[in-house]
């Protein structure tokens, strides 16, 4: 090859590290981090004067809880049981945990071990008190699976290293590798998959730590089916087929193919429970991950375990000593081909995680990864100067390059160490702030809106907007709200303001009833009362998920009071899936009426008379179920829970923003189905029931037209 060929190829592969250098600073620099817990409910520290029934924890990135994950210690040490099921919102990084009511005065404690994306456990505590402050349970100061993960993470990266190491000593010693090297290379790579076995039954037990010993078979299954433990499930796996090709009989070639292919497979197993996946563009994240981990480990382990696989080589005859240097010879040029990836991938890597040079300083991920720069710095001073060596004098000095070994090892253990530390960048989400809480409730024939406003402890400000039945705004009233407090009732009379009225009411971090009056001149009417906790937790998790298990029906019946202050419309309503419903509306002092609607049919009667039939009005058929109440929901807030006929039901309020309607629903907490709900609007008071569900006696058939059949 001519010297104008290779510097035309130099100049190329310069100018093709130049693009991407390049397109790595045009790259996102945003990246998740560990899963971190930016808000409870109730809050840290806070002083509540009754226990809570549900426990909101919100995360900064999607998370998995197995087992005894979450756990609630009441004053006397003892766990406080759940009330039914963990439920998460669509993103899954909040968690709701309904709570069984606890009667003990005192400081309870939180503690938490979830799973975020990056297979990392997250651990921590906090207390909230009931009643009084008191001392609070104790608690390790280090989760035990959290010490048993960060040892696993650790050992992984050694034996990778030792296994990567292994696969390019051999590369680097081409076709024939002398058999005073492949010994010591398949005790490294046995040692490597020991280590690599090891560490996944270790990650396994950390996760399975969390099981408890409550449904421990469930726990187990649901743990096997989990991402995170399925990837260790494959480390082992791969760490034992890595293992047995070192150990079994196979030919030096077949063992080199299959231990090329198992290295790459712990790379990609490695980098998919890593810090890559929760970056935005997660493939070109985890490729340039995997780039990373693959050329970091192959040249680290190979100057680690260089010293060993070529002592006896370098002490041997002549032509062993000759085929030896021509080994390092070859395994100096394969160090520069990765050296140029591994420069680019971790150059990436300090983009994405470090936002400034000030962070390097500021932060111990910062500080770890100066300590890694200067290490491969002190590993490049012996290569340069064997380099250096090897051009003057053709001979390569063994003593520097053994010198290698020792910041080679150092670097691995702090590059194991930087990830189990969150990077210097995150995106962690943080906390909205809250809206304030609207309710509604008829006041006799008005409708009264009622606002608090932060909804939170401290003080707030109340609104009141009154409407009389037609939709008229009230503002000639009297309004005065009772509330109930530590010193007992008291009375809030508010000022008004054009058409509303208001007024501010100090609030602490429990559960209030307010009494509503609203008074006009020569009419009494009974208040609306509400009740509620604070601080409130959000629900539309919790509904998005009422609407999936309603819309799972097969049949319900449904009854309904409607009123506008007066007279009392009772409606009774079977459904049947996809494609039925049948009524009946009864007015005190009319005769009542049936409706059976078919698809694209309905039928029409008054009590005892005949059926007529039409077309079912509009281009559409009629369909059931369709409950899509979190579409349209918002200031969607959970008020607590509370039993319906025996039912422990979450009470979730909200606005519909279509109708302008508020609703407040009891959804019970196993099956979050909703047993009763009222709807409130200007003159539209409603009150309704589900019973009857998945019922198969209820069945709707067309009716006789001929005769007077009664409605199925």
């Known amino acids: 090859m001519s010297h104008r060929t290779r510097s035309f190829r130099g100049r190329h592969y ?8 390049i397109g790595i600073l045009t790259l996102p620099r945003q990246v998740s981090a560990h899963a971190e817990l930016f808000s409870a409910d109730p809050p840290p520290d806070a002083l509540l004067q009754q226990f809570p029934t549900i426990l909101s924890l919100s995360f900064s990135e999607p998370v998995d809880v197995i087992g005894n994950g979450i756990v609630v210690l009441a004053p006397s040490g003892r766990p406080v049981q759940l009330d039914g099921t963990i439920h998460f919102d669509e993103q899954r990084t909040t968690i709701l945990i309904p709570l069984e009511n606890s009667d003990e005065e005192g400081t309870y404690t939180v503690r938490y071990s979830v799973i975020g994306v990056d297979g990392h456990l997250v651990s921590g505590h906090y207390s909230f008190s009931v009643g009084s402050s008191t001392q609070s349970p104790g608690v390790p100061r280090v989760e035990p699976s959290i010490v048993l993960q960060s ?4 050992l992984h990266l050694l034996g990778l290293a030792l296994v990567l190491g292994s696969v390019f000593l051999a590369l680097a010693g081409g076709n024939r590798v002398m058999p005073s090297v492949q010994r010591p290379l398949r005790r490294a790579t046995r040692t490597g998959a020991i280590l690599v076995s090891v560490a996944a039954v270790a990650q396994l037990s950390a996760l399975l730590s969390l099981a408890g010993s409550d449904h421990l078979l469930r726990t187990i299954g649901a743990l096997a089916l989990s991402r995170p433990a399925s990837l260790w499930l494959l480390n082992l796996f791969v760490g034992l087929v890595v293992f047995g090709m070192a150990t079994l009989p196979v030919p030096w070639r077949v063992r080199g193919a299959g231990s090329i292919l198992s290295a790459g497979a712990l790379v990609a197993l490695r980098v998919l429970d890593g810090h890559a996946v929760t970056a935005p563009l997660s493939a070109l994240s985890v490729t340039i991950a995997a780039v990373h981990t693959a050329t970091g480990a192959a040249l680290l382990g190979s100057f680690v375990l260089l010293p060993v696989a070529l002592r006896e080589a370098l002490h041997g005859s002549e032509r062993s000593l000759g085929r030896a240097e021509e080994h390092l010879r070859r395994w100096f040029i394969a160090l520069f081909a990765v050296s140029e990836p591994l420069l680019l991938s971790g150059a990436y890597s300090l983009w994405v995680n470090v936002p400034s040079p000030v962070a390097l300083g500021s932060s111990w991920y910062g500080r770890l990864l100066l300590v890694k720069l200067g290490l491969l710095f002190l590993l490049g001073i012996p290569v340069l100067l064997g380099i250096r060596s090897w051009f003057r004098r053709r001979d390569l ?11 080679a090892t150092i670097t691995l253990i702090v590059a194991g160490a930087l990830t189990l530390l969150t990077p210097a960048r995150t995106a962690v989400q943080r906390a909205p702030e809250k809206p304030g809480l609207v309710l509604a409730q008829n006041a006799g024939p008005y409708l009264v809106e009622f606002a608090i406003h932060p909804a939170s402890v401290g003080i707030n400000e109340i609104t009141v907007a009154a409407s009389a039945p037609n939709g008229t705004e009230v503002d000639d009233a009297e309004v005065t709200v009772a509330v109930q407090t530590a010193e007992g009732p008291r009375l809030v009379r508010l000022e008004r303001e054009s058409t509303t009225y208001h007024g501010t009411l100090t609030l602490a971090a429990q559960t209030w009833e307010f009494a509503v009056y609203v008074r006009r001149a020569g009419e009494e009417s009974p208040p609306a009362l509400f009740t509620i906790p604070i601080p409130i937790p ?22 309904t009071h409607l009123t506008s202050g007066g007279p009392v419309v009772e409606t009774i309503v079977r459904y049947q899936a996809p494609d039925r419903a049948a009524y009946t509306n009864t007015i005190p002092g009319r005769p009542s009426t049936e409706t059976i609607i078919i698809d694209r049919t309905r039928y029409d009667r008054t009590s005892g008379q005949p059926w007529s039939e039409q077309p079912w009005p509009g281009s559409q058929p009629f369909r059931w179920p369709t409950y899509r109440y979190a579409e349209t929901a918002e200031d969607v807030r959970i008020l607590g829970i509370q039993a319906i006929d025996g039912i422990s039901c979450y009470h979730i309020t909200f606005r519909d923003r279509a109708s302008g309607f508020y609703y407040q629903l009891w959804v019970g907490i196993n099956d979050l189905r909703i047993r009763r709900y009222v709807m409130m609007g200007p003159g539209h008071y409603m009150t309704g029931e589900f019973a009857r569900f998945d019922d198969p006696t209820i069945t709707i058939a067309p009716p006789s037209l001929s005769g007077a059949a009664s409605l199925p």
């Open 14 to 21: 310069l100018f093709v590290l130049l693009l991407v250098s």
């Open 151 to 154: 040892g696993a993470r650790l």
């Open 397 to 407: 000095p063994w003593s520097l390059l053994r010198l290698g070994g020792f910041p």
């Open 538 to 559: 959000d629900g539309l998790t919790l509904l998005r998920a009422v609407d999936a298990a309603m819309n799972e029906l097969r049949t319900v019946e449904e009854r």
